[in-house]
Every structure is written in C-alpha cells, then in structure tokens.
C-alpha cells in the first residue's frame, strides 16, 4: 500500500513537469504543486484498506464514489482560458480516477474536451483536443491502461451553459470524464 | 473633415423570402463619410398577362444593388413616371430626382408557357443605353433571372463581375445548451432567401466549405461520435466519409483545382495539416511542429497553405509552401489571429483578429503589411470571402444569439441577414455559379 502510493505521488510529479512543459505560453504557469494532492489522498483515507475495496464503489448510474465522501467523484474539471493545464485541485480527484479504473480494468473512461466560444472554432477544436490530452497523460501515468481510455473533444460545440460572458465562459472549458 | 463624421444611413429594404419567411427587413449602414452611394431607379417591371404568382424581380434587384452599399435606389412613390419600354423613357423625369441610373423591364409569359423579361439600363446624364438584355427560364425562376439582371447591372456600372447569383452554406444550431439541441447545414440565397437544408444531425456540424465547381461541399459532422470529414454532393445530397481517424478530423479545405484537400489530422497525437489527393486517397503531412497547427486555407496557385499555429506561443497566421516546406509567419500585430482566408488578389487575407479581448474580423495587405479592422462587434469569426472579393459574410453575436453579416471589403458597408430561429454560423460564400457573362 506504501508502496502503491508513493509510486503514485511519483507520477503525480511527473505529470505535474510533462503538463507544465507542454504549456503552450512562453510565460511561467502556476506549477502543479503535487504535495496537497499527496496529501489530501493519504491524509483522507480512513483506514488502510485495500485499494481495490474503496476504489469499486459506484453510484446507480455506474460511476465512481469518492471513497473520502461517499458521494459521486466529481467528473468535471476546469480550464484557464486558451490554457490546456490541469488546474492544481484537478489532481487529488483524477488521481482517485486513476485509483478507480486500474481497480476496474473492464471499465472504459471517455474524455471530453471543452472550450468556452472565444477564439475560432477550429483553434478550439484543437484546443478542446489538448485539454482531453492534459487528462490522459494524468491517468496514464497513474497507472490506468492506454486501452481503458478513450478522449474526443467537442472544441466550442458542446457548451454546457450556452450563455455569454465569463460565468457561462468558466463552466464551458472543461475537462469530463464520460465512465462506459 | 466630413469623413471624420460617421454618417451612417441606414436603408432598410423589404425581403420577400421564399416560403418560409414571409418578409424580414435589413437594415444595410452605409458609412458615407468616404462618397456617396449612386443613385440608380429600378423601375417596378412591367407584368403580362398569366403571370400572377411570379415574384416581384425590381424589388430583387433593387435589394440587391441596395445591398452592395453602392447603390441607393429610389423608392417606386418617388418616380414622377413608370416607364417599361424605351419610348417610354423622359430622361428630364429622372434628372429632377438626380438620379444617375435607371432601369426598366417587362415580363411576359411567352408561347411555351417560360417567363421571359426584357431590360434596359440608362446612363441619365449622358441619356445613353448601356445595356439591353432579354433573359428567358422557368415560371419559379423569376428569382434567379432577377438576380442575373443585378449582376449585369453592377458589372457594367463598376466594372466588377456581379456576385448577387450566389449561394452560402452556412450551419444552424437549434436549442443549443439544450438536450434537444441540433445542427442543420443549410444552403441559401446570398440574400437569405431560399433556406434548403442539407444534412439535420443531433451532433455538431462545422467547418463548411463549397468545393471550386460548387458541386460539392466538405464539412466535420460529429454524428459519429467524434469529428469526421465528410463530403457531400450539393444537388442529389449523396455523403462520403472521407476521413475517420483517431482524433481531430477536422478543417477541410480544398485546393484550387478541386483535387486535393488540406485538413487536419491529430492521428500521431498533434494536429497537423495533410493534404489528401482525393482521387487516391493519398495523404500528405504538411506540418511537423509540436503545436497546434490547423485551419489550413489555399493560395491561388495551389503551391502553398496558409494556417494557424500556436508555435510562437499564441495563436498566429503563417504561410508554408508544399513543396520545400519553408515556413514563414504571417502575422504579427495583437496575441490572436487566426483562421485565414485569401482575397481573389492573392496579396490580402482576411482573420479573426482579437485585440482588447474582443474577437474583429481583420483585413491585411501582406505586401505592405497594413492591417485594418474591418467589424466592430465581438466575437466576429468565419469571414468568408465573396468570389468577386468586394464583400465578406462572417458569423457574429446579436443580443446573445448567433447571426450571420456582411461587410465590404473596405469596411463601409455592413448588414446583418435575418434569421427565423436558432443559432446562425459558419458561413461559407460560393464560388461563381455561372460562367462570365458576354
């Protein structure tokens, strides 16, 4: 168990530098810290119970609980405009994700990217593409098999709140985990 | 100086549309700060017998030329007399409203049951005809013969091959943000009128583009689940799957000869720009850069792309040339631009531009590298370039919903098109649908 988790603050890491060099701007990114994720994922779980327990929970509709909360693990996370970096607090959930999917290696995850309606449709497409990206590599390397993911992105098409400004904006670009 | 002032004048002129609509409004702003539109008279035509039912071809032609920001026609109650054959003509009767141009028809119903209409185009001041012509086809055509009348006219006042026989495709979004939502491509009049759609799909549909002979159009549809170039014949509305690959399938553009096609492709993890001999099916990768390379557009000699790529940080307009592979940016004014299309000239491109983060369609002169900022609303995207390049249709915001305008090519004329319903974007302007008159 010491073992498992501490390989995974390692990918956490290594993530965190893969993400942070892939940043499409020359200008300094706010760097993934990976000790709060650490943390909160070690710090949180009760008990050492075996990973494969807490990590099959699902809900009714067949997706993972968070084995902290018992309630559903959240499945969106948010980007910074024209930006393709996770955001620090995505880690800890997508790293239960991960923790989720290589307890289940018969589940199947769709990423989705996400743009809000700035910029044009194709550069979003492309960028939508990226966020999608930013997700795989974080659960790949927590360990999840390439084949238990798939990724698509929906660019500016798909707007959850199809409003205008920066409210509507925040909730569009975004990362969703889609479980099969 | 006057050309400070922005004296805009807005003509609003009546739409009689195809069935749908009954009739919308236009509002065409004309900045006459620069100079004054020509004042032409388009005569109501003449109306035989048998012929009710057929469309009103002046009040096409006059929406058209009122459209083009050249012209101001002048209202039918304003006429001192209603001429509809030469000898009818009193020059003096046009001078007094200091009209320039007049024109005057007839239609009539010929013996094979086919509408035929007569015109006339006068220079007033010269008491002059310019030009005369007599064009025949079907009852339900009036439209279409109507608006060759508009090409003829404004090809033989300005010298510049008329654009007003034109189509667009454009997309149209219902109930989106909605679990109902859906995408229609739809093909229309250039005016808006006629509105035919071409594929209804509960997935997303962009990136539409006519292919050279019009025949033919590309889009992405993601009725697969994700993006997939398809291409589709206009007339029998027969659909090919072009490209399925894993990832971005995207930003379909074909070469000016209609063979190829330059897309996008993120198959080996990166989108990069490929060009596809549609014959074969060969592909080509084009780009070999780590950042996002896409939206790919022609140059006229089919040599070279020019694209959008992020790899100076942000996103920028460059141009590569296929045969070397030399690679040259394009644009350096502002932190966004991108989305290119070529001017007829070769020598200007028009972009979305953005600057104070709000999104203008922008025009540069590449040899001179002069940019100027031709829309003023925000979130302006998808200029598409008229084929005789005096106008450009793109897609913008009107009280939080997607519409479609027009602006010259030299920023002082724009209108907005109507639409009935939904989100309206991605317009894409034909090519020339008939071969030059004369």
């Given at each position: 168990?010491?073992?498992?988790?501490?390989?995974?603050?390692?990918?956490?890491?290594?993530?965190?530098?893969?993400?942070?060099?892939?940043?499409?701007?020359?200008?300094?990114?706010?760097?993934?810290?990976?000790?709060?994720?650490?943390?909160?994922?070690?710090?949180?779980?009760?008990?050492?119970a075996?990973?494969?327990?807490?990590s099959?929970?699902?809900?009714?509709?067949?997706?993972?609980?968070?084995?902290?909360?018992?309630?559903?693990?959240?499945?969106?996370?948010?980007?910074?405009?024209?930006?393709?970096?996770?955001?620090?607090?995505?880690f800890?959930?997508?790293?239960?994700?991960?923790?989720?999917l290589?307890?289940?290696?018969?589940?199947?995850?769709?990423?989705?990217?996400?743009?809000?309606?700035?910029?044009?449709?194709?550069?979003?497409?492309?960028?939508?593409?990226?966020?999608?990206?930013?997700?795989?590599?974080?659960?790949?390397?927590?360990?999840?098999r390439?084949?238990?993911?798939?990724?698509?992105?929906?660019?500016?098409?798909?707007?959850?709140?199809a409003?205008?400004?920066?409210?509507?904006?925040?909730?569009?670009?975004?990362?969703?985990?889609?479980y099969? | 100086?006057?050309?400070?002032?922005?004296?805009?004048?807005?003509?609003?002129?009546?739409?009689?549309?195809?069935?749908?609509?009954?009739?919308?409004?236009?509002?065409?702003?004309?900045?006459?700060?620069?100079?004054?539109?020509?004042?032409?008279?388009?005569?109501?035509?003449?109306?035989?017998?048998?012929?009710?039912?057929?469309?009103?071809?002046?009040?096409?032609?006059?929406?058209?030329?009122a459209?083009?920001?050249?012209?101001?026609?002048?209202?039918?109650?304003?006429?001192?007399?209603?001429?509809?054959?030469?000898?009818?003509?009193?020059?003096?009767?046009?001078?007094?409203?200091?009209?320039?141009?007049?024109?005057?028809?007839?239609?009539?119903?010929?013996?094979d049951?086919?509408?035929?209409v007569?015109?006339?185009?006068?220079?007033?001041l010269?008491?002059?005809?310019?030009?005369?012509?007599?064009?025949?086809?079907?009852?339900?055509?009036a439209?279409?013969?109507?608006h060759?009348v508009?090409?003829a006219?404004?090809?033989?006042?300005?010298?510049?091959?008329?654009?007003?026989?034109?189509?667009?495709?454009?997309v149209?979004?219902?109930?989106?943000?909605?679990?109902?939502?859906?995408?229609?491509?739809?093909?229309?009049?250039?005016?808006?009128?006629?509105?035919?759609?071409?594929?209804?799909?509960?997935?997303?549909?962009?990136?539409v583009?006519?292919?050279?002979?019009?025949?033919?159009?590309?889009?992405?549809?993601?009725?697969?689940?994700?993006?997939?170039?398809?291409l589709?014949?206009?007339?029998?509305?027969?659909?090919?799957?072009?490209?399925?690959?894993?990832?971005?399938?995207?930003?379909?553009?074909?070469?000016?000869?209609?063979?190829?096609?330059?897309?996008?492709?993120?198959?080996?993890?990166?989108?990069?720009?490929?060009?596809?001999?549609?014959?074969?099916?060969?592909?080509?990768?084009?780009?070999?850069?780590?950042?996002?390379?896409?939206?790919?557009?022609?140059?006229?000699?089919?040599?070279?792309?020019?694209?959008?790529?992020?790899?100076?940080?942000?996103?920028?307009?460059?141009k590569?040339?296929?045969?070397?592979?030399?690679?040259?940016?394009?644009?350096?004014?502002?932190?966004?631009?991108?989305?290119?299309?070529?001017?007829?000239?070769?020598?200007?491109?028009?972009?979305?531009?953005?600057?104070?983060?709000?999104?203008?369609?922008?025009?540069?002169?590449?040899?001179?590298?002069?940019?100027?900022?031709?829309?003023?609303?925000?979130?302006?995207?998808?200029?598409?370039?008229?084929?005789?390049?005096?106008?450009?249709?793109?897609?913008?915001?009107?009280?939080?919903?997607?519409?479609?305008?027009?602006?010259?090519?030299?920023?002082?004329?724009?209108?907005?098109l109507?639409?009935?319903?939904?989100?309206v974007?991605?317009?894409?302007?034909?090519?020339?649908?008939?071969?030059?008159?004369?």
């Amino acid at each position: 168990m010491q073992y498992a988790w501490s390989r995974n603050a390692l990918a956490i890491v290594l993530a965190g530098l893969v993400l942070a060099g892939c940043s499409s701007t020359g200008k300094k990114e706010p760097a993934p810290e990976p000790l709060p994720a650490e943390d909160a994922a070690a710090g949180t779980i009760p008990s050492p119970a075996p990973e494969s327990d807490i990590s099959r929970q699902v809900d009714a509709a067949g997706n993972p609980m968070n084995p902290n909360t018992g309630q559903p693990l959240g499945r969106v996370f948010y980007f910074d405009y024209d930006k393709a970096v996770l955001r620090p607090e995505s880690f800890a959930l997508l790293e239960l994700h991960g923790a989720f999917l290589r307890s289940n290696p018969d589940r199947r995850v769709m990423i989705e990217g996400h743009c809000d309606e700035r910029g044009t449709r194709e550069y979003n497409l492309a960028l939508g593409e990226r966020r999608a990206d930013a997700i795989r590599t974080l659960l790949v390397s927590s360990g999840v098999r390439r084949s238990q993911i798939d990724s698509v992105s929906y660019g500016e098409e798909r707007p959850v709140d199809a409003g205008h400004g920066e409210a509507a904006w925040a909730k569009n670009r975004r990362g969703e985990l889609v479980y099969r | 100086m006057s050309y400070r002032l922005f004296l805009f004048v807005a003509i609003i002129v009546a739409l009689i549309a195809g069935a749908s609509v009954a009739s919308a409004q236009i509002a065409i702003e004309i900045d006459r700060g620069y100079d004054n539109p020509k004042k032409i008279a388009i005569v109501p035509f003449a109306m035989g017998a048998n012929l009710q039912g057929v469309e009103d071809m002046s009040a096409i032609v006059s929406f058209d030329l009122a459209r083009s920001g050249q012209f101001a026609p002048v209202g039918a109650e304003n006429m001192l007399s209603l001429p509809s054959q030469p000898n009818e003509v009193f020059f003096r009767d046009w001078r007094i409203l200091g009209v320039e141009y007049l024109v005057i028809g007839r239609a009539e119903q010929d013996f094979d049951g086919k509408l035929s209409v007569n015109y006339y185009l006068y220079d007033v001041l010269n008491e002059r005809q310019l030009t005369s012509e007599r064009l025949k086809g079907d009852r339900n055509s009036a439209r279409d013969m109507a608006h060759m009348v508009s090409d003829a006219i404004y090809e033989k006042i300005t010298g510049i091959r008329g654009a007003f026989s034109t189509k667009i495709l454009y997309v149209l979004a219902a109930g989106l943000g909605t679990p109902g939502v859906h995408f229609k491509l739809e093909m229309a009049d250039v005016d808006g009128a006629r509105p035919r759609t071409l594929l209804d799909s509960k997935e997303p549909i962009l990136s539409v583009t006519w292919s050279p002979d019009a025949k033919r159009a590309v889009y992405v549809s993601f009725e697969k689940g994700k993006p997939a170039i398809f291409l589709q014949e206009i007339a029998t509305g027969g659909r090919t799957l072009l490209t399925d690959f894993p990832g971005l399938n995207s930003a379909p553009a074909f070469s000016p000869d209609g063979r190829r096609l330059a897309l996008v492709l993120s198959r080996d993890g990166n989108p990069e720009i490929y060009t596809m001999d549609l014959a074969t099916r060969a592909l080509v990768r084009v780009t070999r850069h780590h950042a996002i390379d896409t939206e790919p557009t022609w140059t006229a000699d089919g040599r070279s792309l020019i694209f959008t790529s992020d790899r100076g940080g942000k996103p920028q307009i460059y141009k590569v040339d296929l045969a070397s592979g030399l690679t040259e940016r394009v644009t350096f004014e502002g932190d966004y631009n991108a989305r290119a299309r070529l001017l007829p000239d070769g020598k200007h491109i028009v972009f979305v531009h953005r600057r104070n983060g709000v999104f203008h369609i922008a025009l540069l002169d590449m040899e001179r590298d002069r940019m100027m900022i031709l829309t003023e609303t925000s979130l302006d995207e998808s200029p598409s370039i008229a084929p005789n390049g005096t106008m450009l249709i793109y897609a913008t915001q009107d009280r939080g919903r997607g519409i479609l305008a027009v602006v010259s090519i030299d920023g002082r004329v724009k209108y907005r098109l109507p639409s009935s319903a939904g989100d309206v974007r991605e317009p894409d302007w034909s090519p020339f649908l008939r071969p030059p008159a004369g």
